[in-house]
C-alpha cells in the first residue's frame, strides 16, 4: 500500500489471532500499521506485534533500498505497536528513538532499557525535519495510553493518529468501517472521551488529506464522516435514534417478554429496535450498541438475591466506560424476591444525565395479564417521541 510517493505502509495483517488485548473477537483478524517516511532522512512510526516483527522488518527494508532509517517514532508504547523495538535498534545501530518521556519510561519497564544514548526526547509541539517533511508531534494522553502522541506531517498534511481512527479487522478483508470501528472505539478508548475530544480540537486547526492509524485502513477519503462520528462517540452523544433492548434468560420468561417488547416498539413506530442476549452474543458488540443507540432496556432475572451474571457484567462495562446521556428502562423476572430492577437501578444511578423510564416491568416466573399490561405502558412510553 502506498500513501504517497514518501510514504509507504510496512504493516502486517494477524489472521491467528483469537483475542485482541486478551478479550475482544476479532474474526477478521487485526492489522498492525506502521510507516515509513522516505526523505532525506528516514523515520520509521511505530512498530508491531511481536509475532510479526521479522515480517514487519522485512517491509521495512524492502522499501529502505539498502538505505538506513534515521529515526524510529514511537507514539505508543502498547506492545501491539512497541513490541519490535528492541529488534529494530539491534538491526539499525545508527537510528534514534523519537518518543516522550514516558513513553522511555515504559521502555524501561518492557525491556529493562530506555536507549538513554540513543534517544531524541520530544513534548508536546516539538518538530522534526526530515528534509521536505516536516513532522509536528502532538500529545494525546490516554487515546488510549497515558504516553501517547500523534504525529503531523504538514507537507502531505498527513495525520499519523495512533490508536485514534482504529478499527478491528485485518487490511485483507473487506468490511463496513464503522461497525468494527465503533466496536474498537467504545470498548477500547470509550471511557476516555473528554481526552479524545482534546485531540479532536487539536486536529481541528490542522488541514489533514490523510489519516493513518495504527489499525484499520488509511483514511484518505470523505474525513469529514469519520471526524464527525469520532465527535459523536467521544461526547456520548445518540448515534442512532432508537432502543437496544440487552437481556437474559434462564427458562425462555425473560426472553419471551424482550422479544414482545422488541414487536410492540416496531409497531408503535420506533425507528430501530435492537436486541440481544448478552449470554450468547458477543459482550463487546452489546456494549457498542448501548452506547449507539438512545435507549436501552435491561431485562434479566434476580439470581443468588442479585443481578443475573452475564447482565451484571454488561452493566460493569457500561459503568467503566463512561455510559451517559440515555434513557434507561428495566424488565425483571424473579419468582421469588425479586431484587434485579431495583439492583440494576441502584448501579446505573452512579452514571451521568441518565434518566430512567417511568414504568417497568415486573414478571412473576412468567407473562401474565399485568405484566403484559407493563410492557405495553414501557412500549408506549419509550416510543412516545416518535408520534410527536
Ligand atoms: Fe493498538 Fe492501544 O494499542
Redo the contacts with the bound molecule.
Keep these: 500500500m502506498e500513501i504517497s510517493n514518501s510514504v509507504k505502509y510496512i504493516g502486517v495483517n494477524d489472521h491467528a489471532i483469537d483475542l485482541f488485548e486478551g478479550q475482544y473477537i476479532v474474526e477478521n483478524g487485526m492489522a498492525y500499521n506502521s510507516y515509513v517516511i522516505l526523505d532525506d532522512k528516514i523515520a520509521v512510526l511505530d512498530t508491531v506485534d511481536a509475532d510479526f516483527t521479522q515480517e514487519w522488518l522485512h517491509n521495512l527494508q524492502k522499501q529502505l533500498d539498502s538505505r538506513k532509517p534515521d529515526y524510529l517514532i514511537v507514539q ?1 508504547m ?1 506492545p ?2 512497541s513490541a519490535g523495538i528492541v529488534g529494530f535498534m539491534e538491526m539499525y545501530k545508527d537510528a534514534v528513538i523519537v518518543a516522550s518521556a514516558s513513553a522511555f519510561n515504559m521502555m524501561k519497564q518492557f525491556f529493562g532499557k530506555d536507549f538513554a544514548d540513543r534517544r531524541m526526547l520530544i513534548k508536546d509541539s516539538d518538530t522534526l525535519s526530515l528534509g521536505e517533511h516536516l513532522l509536528t508531534f502532538v500529545s494525546a494522553p490516554m487515546v ?2 497515558p504516553e501517547v502522541m500523534v504525529t503531523y506531517e504538514s507537507t502531505e498534511n498527513i495525520l499519523f493518529s495512533a ?1 485514534a481512527f ?1 478499527k478491528f479487522g485485518a487490511l485483507d478483508v473487506e468490511e463496513d468501517w464503522a461497525c468494527e470501528a465503533r466496536r474498537y472505539y467504545i470498548g ?1 478508548v470509550g471511557k476516555y472521551g473528554m481526552q479524545v475530544q482534546n485531540l479532536l480540537k487539536k486536529a481541528s486547526a490542522l488541514t489533514i488529506k490523510t489519516i493513518c492509524p ?2 484499520g485502513p488509511v483514511l484518505n477519503k470523505d474525513l469529514d464522516y469519520y471526524i464527525n462520528l469520532y465527535q459523536i462517540w467521544s461526547s456520548y452523544r445518540v448515534e442512532t435514534e432508537g432502543v437496544f433492548i440487552a437481556y437474559t434468560s434462564v427458562y425462555g420468561h425473560t426472553k419471551e417478554a424482550a422479544e414482545l417488547l422488541a414487536k410492540r416498539l416496531n409497531e408503535l413506530g420506533c425507528p430501530k429496535v435492537a436486541i440481544a442476549d448478552l449470554a450468547r452474543e458477543d459482550m463487546a458488540e452489546c456494549v457498542e450498541d448501548a452506547f449507539r443507540y438512545g435507549k436501552l432496556v435491561l431485562a434479566t432475572t434476580t439470581y443468588n438475591a442479585d443481578i443475573f451474571p452475564f447482565m451484571k457484567e454488561f452493566l460493569h462495562h457500561l459503568m467503566e466506560h463512561n455510559y451517559q446521556n440515555r434513557t434507561v428502562a428495566f424488565i425483571e423476572n424473579g419468582s421469588w424476591a425479586p431484587v434485579a430492577a431495583k439492583n440494576m437501578k441502584a448501579l446505573l444511578e452512579t452514571c451521568k444525565n441518565l434518566t430512567f423510564t417511568q414504568n417497568e416491568v415486573h414478571i412473576k416466573s412468567a407473562l401474565n395479564e399485568e405484566s403484559m399490561a407493563q410492557l405495553e405502558e414501557l412500549a408506549c412510553e419509550l416510543c412516545v417521541e416518535y408520534h410527536s
Excluded: P
Design positions: 505508543h502498547e501491539d505497536h488510549h495510553w490508536d482504529g477500547i495504527l489499525h
